[in-house]
């Protein structure tokens, strides 16, 4: 019964996003925090950095690599992701008649870490987790998903008002859920000390600039050795490969901008040497510099 009535659910929100998401891009809806996602076709592997958030897909599969771990997920699962993390991916199935639909909310680590205080939220904790997980959706967390989707029938005021109460519940049903224990480990216990996001928030303000792992430690207060195990578990890369792909994929974002030459957007990020740059942009993203924004640009 239950099965049948989760799958009867998911067919609802398919029925419910496929109205809405009509564009083969992201689509904002009425929901400040809920976007749309909607694919006719598999894509190519596409690389970015991941917000914290968390992505339900309701029809197709996605495959996500993180550094040299490879997440697959599907109808009824979710990614989700507590820091910023460089990753890629890409849709592996898709049809015209049965597209990629995806719902993405946006996560605000502050907001759950006081969800956990104000519900008294409290689950044993082992060694730390990577930032992004798959979860699984179970019976109280895909009604509440449910919900969350026929709002967006309802005036935008309306559906604006009653989605904050629907978004505290997803959280709440994420955390005590079978897959709660990551979503709480990453976010309650960098809560405490601050530490692993610190070293984010710091690596992204200052991705441009000749950086110690020795200046970072000592900016998080953290020792060497403890930031370089916390930061890897959490991330899967160490401080300075995460400071690399930033300012790679800064300098993409540059280019594919067309405001600058290979040359000037290695200065721009932080690079002394466009022979370097150009190396670790190939070793990323399978091309040198122009050839791959050329690519994207003619890429439909």
Known sequence: MKRDLATTRLDHMIDIVQQYALDEQRVATTIPFL???????????????????CCVILQGQKRVHLADEVLDYGPGEYLAVSVDMPASGHI?????????????????????????????????????VRGAFIGHTDDALQEALYQLVRL?????????????GL?????????????????????VLDQQDRGISKAIAWLKDHYDQPIKVEDLAQ???????????????????????YQKQLRLQQARTLLLNGDVDASTAA??????SASQF?????????????QDIKKLRTTP
């Open 267 to 272: 200065y721009k990020v932080g690079y002394e």
């Open 219 to 241: 900016a998080t207060n953290m020792s060497v050795s403890s930031l370089h195990h916390r930061f890897k578990a959490v991330t899967t890369m160490g401080p300075m490969q």
């Open 152 to 164: 967006l029938h309802a005036p935008a005021a309306e559906a604006a008002f009653l989605a904050v």
């Open 167 to 187: 978004k505290r519940e997803i959280i709440y049903r994420m955390l005590t859920g079978p897959d709660g224990r990551q979503l709480y480990q990453n976010i």
């Open 278 to 290: 150009s190396r670790e942009y190939r070793r990323l993203f399978g091309a040198p510099p122009m």
């Open 35 to 53: 976007s749309l996602l909607r694919s006719s076709h598999p894509t190519p592997v596409t690389r970015g950095v991941l917000k914290p958030s």
């Open 92 to 128: 592996v199935s898709a049809t015209a008649d049965h597209p990629y639909l995806l719902l993405n909310i946006e996560l605000d680590p502050q907001e759950i870490a006081a969800i956990v205080l104000e519900a008294q939220v409290s689950i044993d904790t082992q060694q730390p």
